[in-house]
C-alpha cells in the first residue's frame, strides 16, 4: 500500500524524468526525492549507467563488466550514504537515505553516454566531457535532496567521493583490474 506522502506525489514517465536529471531540472529532483516508489528507478539508472560505462571499456573482459555492475551499486549506497550522514549530521541538511539513493541515482543519467568512450581516439574526451556533467548533476540532486547551498553540496559530493573510490579500487584488485581513472 502506498504512503499518504508518495500517492500526492507527481508522476513524470521515466524518459522524461531520466532526461530532466540530465538536463539539472531541480523539478524533476524534487519529484524523484519525494517519490517513494522512484527507488526502483534509480536503481535502474545506475544500472544502465553501469552497462554503458562496461561496453564502453570491453577491453576489460567479462569480470570488467561483473566488476563494473558490482561497484557501481555499491557506490551508489555507500556515497549516498556518507552524503546522508554529511549532509545531515555535519550540515544540518533534510533528507533521508533514499531521498539522496533517489536524487544521486537519477543524477547518473549522463552516464549512459560512457558506451561512447568505447571510439578510438575520442574515448577519452567523452569520459571527461560525461564526469563533468555527472559531477554538476550529482550537485544539484545533493542540493535538492537536502536542502541546502551549493557550497555545501559541494563539500557533502566531496566527502561522499572518498568511500566510493576506495570501495570501487578494492573491487577492482579483489577482481584482478588494475584500478586506472581514465579509460
Do not use: N
Amino acid at each position: 500500500m502506498d504512503s499518504p506522502e508518495s500517492a500526492t506525489v507527481a508522476r513524470t514517465p521515466f524518459l522524461k524524468r531520466l532526461t530532466g536529471a540530465a538536463l539539472f531540472s531541480v523539478p524533476v529532483y524534487e519529484e524523484v526525492e519525494h517519490d517513494h516508489r522512484a527507488t526502483g528507478q534509480a536503481a535502474g539508472v545506475v544500472g544502465l549507467v553501469a552497462i554503458a560505462a562496461a561496453v564502453g571499456s570491453l577491453q576489460l573482459g567479462t569480470s570488467g563488466l561483473i566488476v563494473g555492475i558490482l561497484s557501481a551499486y555499491v557506490g551508489w549506497a555507500l556515497w549516498s550514504g556518507t552524503c546522508y550522514l554529511v549532509g545531515v549530521q555535519l550540515f544540518d541538511g533534510t533528507a533521508d537515505w533514499g531521498e539522496l539513493l533517489r536524487t544521486i541515482g537519477f543524477a547518473q543519467a549522463p552516464g549512459m553516454l560512457l558506451v561512447l568512450t568505447a571510439v578510438p581516439g575520442i574515448g577519452t574526451l567523452f569520459y571527461l566531457a560525461v564526469l563533468a556533467w555527472m559531477i554538476g548533476t550529482v550537485l544539484v540532486a545533493i542540493r535538492q535532496a537536502l536542502d541546502f547551498g551549493t557550497g555545501r553540496a559541494l563539500a557533502t559530493a566531496l566527502a561522499g567521493f572518498v568511500p566510493y573510490m576506495l570501495a570501487r579500487t578494492a573491487l577492482d584488485l579483489a577482481f584482478g583490474i588494475s584500478p586506472k581513472i581514465l579509460p
